[in-house]
């Protein structure tokens, strides 16, 4: 399955991450690098996610075809955050999500993706709260503006 990423969008992020990471950089340059652990069974949108994400220096991102591969190697990764593909061969983002919750002291955010738009209100109805989610193909702005508020970089603004 194909997952491009639109670089190109109408609509603009709210800021850039990469300004923010850069200025951010500049003033805390002890801040920890981000652990991101992406989970799709499609190598196609992991490569495509793994380019994107690349530039930006405070993310370290760890990729998993398979949520078993993921599950194996969640306690030693510690990720900060968790980009989960809803439709995996053998199982439910969903059920996924539900495993990480049991398994881990800390509540790591999710950003769900999902070539379903109506996914969104399926995934909160059955995990019982509000949550993160792009829709495939991926938007750049999107995608960019989910992992920059879940792992509260600073608004430019505010740190300008």
Same mark, same amino acid.
């Given at each position: 399955?194909?997952?491009? +990423?639109?670089?190109?969008?109408?609509?603009?992020?709210?800021?850039? *991450?990469?300004?923010? =990471?850069?200025?951010?950089?500049?003033?805390?340059?002890?801040?920890?690098?981000?652990?991101?652990?992406?989970? #799709? #069974?499609? %190598?196609?949108?992991?490569?495509?996610?793994? +380019?994107?994400?690349? !530039?930006?220096?405070?993310?370290? =991102?760890?990729?998993?075809?398979?949520?078993?591969?993921?599950?194996?190697?969640?306690?030693?990764?510690?990720?900060?955050?968790?980009?989960? #593909?809803?439709?995996?061969?053998?199982?439910?983002?969903?059920?996924?999500?539900?495993?990480?919750?049991?398994?881990?002291? &800390?509540?790591?955010?999710?950003?769900?993706?999902?070539?379903?738009?109506?996914?969104?209100?399926?995934? !909160?109805?059955? *995990?019982?709260?509000?949550?993160? &989610? +792009?829709?495939?193909? =991926?938007?750049?702005?999107? %995608?960019?503006?989910?992992?920059? #508020? %879940?792992?509260?970089?600073?608004?430019?603004?505010?740190?300008?």
């Amino acid at each position: 399955m194909n997952c491009p +990423v639109f670089r190109s969008s109408k609509i603009a992020p709210t800021h850039s *991450l990469t300004n923010v =990471l850069s200025i951010h950089e500049s003033r805390h340059r002890k801040q920890s690098v981000k652990r991101v652990m992406v989970i #799709d #069974d499609s %190598l196609d949108c992991l490569e495509a996610i793994r +380019v994107l994400l690349a !530039e930006y220096k405070f993310l370290e =991102l760890e990729t998993f075809e398979s949520e078993a591969n993921a599950f194996r190697e969640f306690s030693h990764y510690e990720p900060d955050l968790i980009i989960l #593909d809803l439709n995996l061969n053998k199982i439910s983002g969903i059920e996924v999500a539900k495993i990480f919750k049991k398994i881990s002291p &800390f509540n790591i955010p999710i950003v769900f993706i999902s070539n379903d738009s109506d996914a969104k209100s399926e995934i !909160e109805i059955k *995990l019982g709260r509000e949550i993160t &989610f +792009v829709k495939k193909p =991926l938007n750049e702005n999107f %995608l960019i503006n989910a992992i920059n #508020d %879940l792992l509260n970089f600073p608004n430019v603004a505010e740190v300008a």
